[in-house]
C-alpha cells in the first residue's frame, strides 16, 4: 500500500506529518521533511588525517572544539 500511496505520504511528511511505515503490523521506517531531521556531524577528515597540530591538540580535541564553536 505505500507503493501506491508514496507520493502522498511524501507531501504529507514535507507538511510536517510525521509518517510510521508499517509491515505486519510492527515499525519499519519513518519519513519526515529533511528540516525535520536531525543533521549529522560531519568531522573534518583533513583535519583527523593530519594528526596534532602544531597547538599539539589531538583529534578529539579538535573534534570537541568544532563542536563546541557551533553553538
Known sequence: MAKS????????AAAG???II??????KARL???DAAPV??????D???AG???SGLGA?????????GRD
Open 5 to 12: 500511496r508514496l507520493s502522498e505520504f511524501l507531501d504529507r
Open 17 to 19: 506529518e510525521e509518517i
Open 22 to 27: 508499517t509491515s505486519d503490523g510492527r515499525p
Open 32 to 34: 519526515v521533511a529533511l
Open 40 to 45: 549529522p556531524y560531519l568531522a573534518h577528515r
Open 47 to 49: 583535519r583527523l588525517k
Open 52 to 54: 596534532k597540530r602544531k
Open 60 to 68: 578529539e580535541e579538535l573534534i570537541r572544539q568544532d563542536r563546541d
